[in-house]
């Protein structure tokens, strides 16, 4: 099976998010598909499985100009897409889900559960697995899950697999084990689409690279023909260099201290940040880090531990409090957590500081257009209004109304977890300056973030969390990435 | 921002849609028989309304939260009750009528905690005490109605029921100002900001500040509290409190809400929406009660403009996604 992708373009409303894109794969290879987030790949492979359809351009399928009317009908033509969030059902067994809509029936009509368990288990023995397929699927970890999505896209008998970071939930082992996998589909001539943010993956397991950037592709490589740096600066489109603005921090006090805090998931953490500065927090997932400035915050319970806040012993037992005392908190889970995204950037950004606004009871409207008005053009926020809806915007855009939020509530100590996240290029380099304004009006800011040369460039001491623990602090000025890893996977 | 003003101002046709059907049904039933809108008629109509259209200003704010409460009816006839005995008793009927008023907030209050700290969904915890209340209303009267007595001669128990206040019911002036009173609280101050952000998505709201469990216990507190105002004035015009009083009020007034363009998965739902779907249920009965027709059929057609109401609402909510 071949597949060629011309000049394919698409809109949604006026934000053109392809701009012509090449794109092509073939049978018995892993084309890897690199880029930002944002620039345009779950969109692309979207098209290509029909749910979405393009605006311009062509899909030739071995020389057939076709189109997909359903991601069910390109699976019926052999192509499958496992997504990074696996859609199973955690609480059915793995044969009902490898055989959901395509379940074997009986004379009578009704299910086949012995014929099904039988041809489920020969499918993932052909895969080197010894998954038990009565198992429910939700107490699979990660890379059996994605073995199981494997098996079932087997048993349509895909020709083309596409998979959106296969990895990045797996350990070292299942990574193996996943890429045997791969290998040994790909000899018998199954061809994969290989989303990747894990730049060391193209050379262990992808053929051909093609990366892209703003919705355009910008090129296509054979992955041992090209090097790393070549790679990133397609991606960016300039050197990672000028990336970062760089950072020049005037410390003042201390802004908040935390001794000894414990509770699920983390042990004894200690540590504290200056007004003007940003602490880093570096690790791996699960690491803790997000627990536990959730339960400084006041989300989730602390089980032991002490919090100053400017010098004073502070209980900060719930979200409204910790706001009280001039705390903010951009979580990770931006679309659950961080906004109402049906309602208006307005009564968004004017949440957390809704109570100031009142006037003999009543909020008084004018004052809080004024408020929302005026953080959306400080955070520059590319919106027509503040009416518009939060769930309208871009991911970035999106993240600049959460630090809107937290800004106009006069926040002195930011708590950022993951702050460009899902963020493209252009907008996560306003979020930079962004975080160098703030500290320059000596808010202190804790940045939460798995992007090591974000940590590295941004921060001005980095923490290191390792299975919950304290590894050590680092000073980020002249630190290498192999410092921070070295502490973050558990080296001393 | 001048692009702003003009989306701003763009009407909006959702927004007036159950007015638009209010106005058609008005014109359809007044066709079909001109007494309908003989003012006598009009200010029956409004009377008969207001029961439903005060327990569906509080059910409004607990939709918006995406909770519902079944228990409205019961605790209607259970305060209704109470404050009956209590003035045959010799109380004086005012106060009968806070304690009545009180016990229904204290009612609607533990439903919130059942609710936020017992960490039951609200379908469950208000149909337990929607059962728990009608029975011990059937306790509490025996089974049967409580009539008679100083409920004959007080004056203002008479009055709050079946009073005029310049040649309009008291049911409706009461309603008037609850309905004032519930649009200010919910489209003006924080207070209905926060039920909106909790309703849209409760984790961020708890997130940014808002006290999502306390919000919770107030907003099925004012639905108890209501339930009981409502319950008190039914009481009033029947003269009597009936132990089967109230039954199945919740789901007209959940009908109300929903037809007002409330949507069941909260964050969404006006005030005003509900005061129309109030009217629009209140004029289907009185509508068809001058048209002659039975009763039973009645029901099916109410049913049937809930469908279609929705259907409308999110079919045109569709369109403009």
Known sequence: MKIEMKGIEKSFGTNKVLRGVDFDVHSGEVHALMGENGAGKSTLMNILTGLLKKDAGSIKVDDHDTTYASALDAEHHGISFIHQEMNNFAEMSVVDNMFLNKEIKTKLGLVDQKKMRKEARQYLVNLGSDIDVDSKMGDLTVGQQQMVEIAKSLMINAKIIIMDEPTAALTENETAILFKTIRELRSNSVGFIYISHRMEELWQICDRVTVMRDGLSVNTYQTKDVAENQIVHDMVGRDIGDYYPGRHPHLGEVALKAEHLSGKKFHDISFEVHEGEILGFSGLMGAGRTETMRALFGIDKLSSGKIYVAGKETKLTSPSVSIKKGIGFLTEDRKNEGLITEQSLEDNIALPSIDTFRKHGIIDKKAEDKFADMLIKRLTVKANNAQVTAGSLSGGNQQKVVLAKWVGSGSKILILDEPTRGVDVGAKKEIYELMNQLTDRHVAIIMISSDLPEVLSMSDRIEVLYEGKQMGVINAQGATQEQVMKLATGGK | ?321
Not at chain 2, 275 to 297: E, K, T
């Open chain 2, 1 to 321: 921002m001048d692009k702003a003003k003009t989306t701003k101002k763009k009407f909006d046709f959702t927004k007036y849609m159950a007015l638009v059907a209010l106005i058609i049904l008005v014109i359809i039933i007044t066709v079909l028989n001109p007494q309908f809108i003989a003012p006598n008629n009009l200010l029956n109509l409004l009377r008969q309304a207001s029961v439903n259209a005060l327990i569906a200003f509080g059910m409004t704010f607990v939709i918006l939260t995406s909770g519902i409460d079944l228990s409205v009816g019961s605790i209607l006839a259970f305060t209704g009750a109470i404050s009956a005995s209590l003035i045959l008793g010799g109380t004086p009927a005012w106060l009968a009528a806070l304690i009545g008023l009180a016990i229904g907030a204290l009612l609607g209050a533990l439903n919130g905690v059942f609710i936020t700290w017992g960490k039951v969904t609200p379908f469950i915890a208000t149909l337990a005490t929607m059962t728990i209340w009608r029975g011990a209303t059937y306790v509490f009267t025996g089974g049967n109605p409580i009539t008679g007595g100083k409920m004959n001669t007080s004056y203002f128990f008479q009055f709050v029921g079946q009073g005029y206040l310049f040649g309009i019911p008291f049911p409706v002036i009461i309603t008037l100002i609850a309905f004032i009173i519930c649009y200010v609280l919910l489209h003006k101050t924080a207070f209905g900001r926060k039920t909106f952000a909790l309703g849209g998505n409760e984790k961020a709201a708890f997130v940014a500040g808002v006290k999502t469990k306390k919000l919770l216990i107030i907003i099925y507190t004012i639905s108890g509290l209501f339930a009981a105002l409502a319950g008190f004035i039914l009481t009033s015009r029947l003269g009597s409190a009936q132990p089967d009083a109230g039954m199945s009020y919740e789901m007209d007034a959940i009908a109300s809400t929903v037809i007002g363009g409330a949507s069941l998965m909260g964050g969404k739902g006006r005030m005003a929406g509900t005061l129309v779907g109030a009217l629009l249920i209140a004029s289907l009965s009185n509508g068809m009660n001058l048209l002659g027709i039975n009763s039973f059929y009645q029901q099916i057609v109410k049913g049937v403009v809930i469908l279609i109401a929705v259907m409308i609402d999110s079919q045109t909510q569709k369109n403009r996604e």
